[in-house]
């Protein structure tokens, strides 16, 4: 709307400040609380009731303007929380948040136990892999969209065959050349 091209924000929310991932002691958890009311609730779970008063961070679009001032003060805050710990007491004061997890984490998650999306698929070779199922959940019409990925070059003939019109002799001088295996 301004004529000028966005650039990318990493986990940043453009025109938003607090709204992006923060490193804690153990890990990293995203944080919207940019609004002036949640923006005080925040800072009052972070031990840090003084920020809004500051004149830079009193509004939305003040934080906004001094966000790289307010990413040290809030980086400085959490660096002694735990994510957990962190993601529960943001949640009790209702203020919009998740763990980011790597994946160990993820398939530990309790929520994602509970919801029965941890699995593990065999592939057509035998091996056996742990995913995450699809978090999409219908009373009525299951969904399974837990099969094994394909091995590596599985589709290719089909796909280059069915798809793209290449004939027996087209696929072996590709295989020739090395281009597919």
């Known amino acids: ?3 000028e091209v966005p650039q990318p ?7 938003s400040a607090p709204a ?7 890990g990293l958890i995203n944080i919207q609380a940019s609004a002036d009311h949640k923006f005080v609730d925040f800072c009052a779970v972070i031990g840090r009731p003084d920020l809004p008063d500051q004149p830079r961070f009193a509004t939305r679009a003040l934080r906004f303007t ?7 003060e809030i980086e400085r805050s959490l660096a002694d929380w735990d994510v957990l710990a962190l993601y529960e007491a943001l949640v009790a004061a209702d203020i919009i948040c998740s763990p980011i997890y790597s994946a160990d984490r993820c398939f530990a998650d309790p929520q994602v136990r509970q919801r029965g999306m941890a699995r593990t698929v065999t ?7 742990p995913i995450l199922a699809n978090p999409i959940a219908f009373s009525a019409t299951p969904i399974d969209h837990c099969a094994a990925p394909p091995l590596l070059g599985e589709h290719t003939d089909s796909v280059l065959s069915d798809l793209l019109g290449y004939g027996p002799a ?11 295996a």
């Open 20 to 26: 992006q991932a923060f490193r804690c002691r153990d």
């Open 9 to 15: 924000l990493g986990t940043s929310a453009s025109g």
């Open 123 to 129: 592939d057509r070779a035998g091996n056996t892999m």
């Open 1 to 3: 709307m301004s004529g």
């Open 170 to 180: 087209q696929l072996a001088a590709l295989r020739a050349q090395g281009a597919i």
């Open 66 to 72: 001094n966000v790289a001032a307010l990413e040290a």
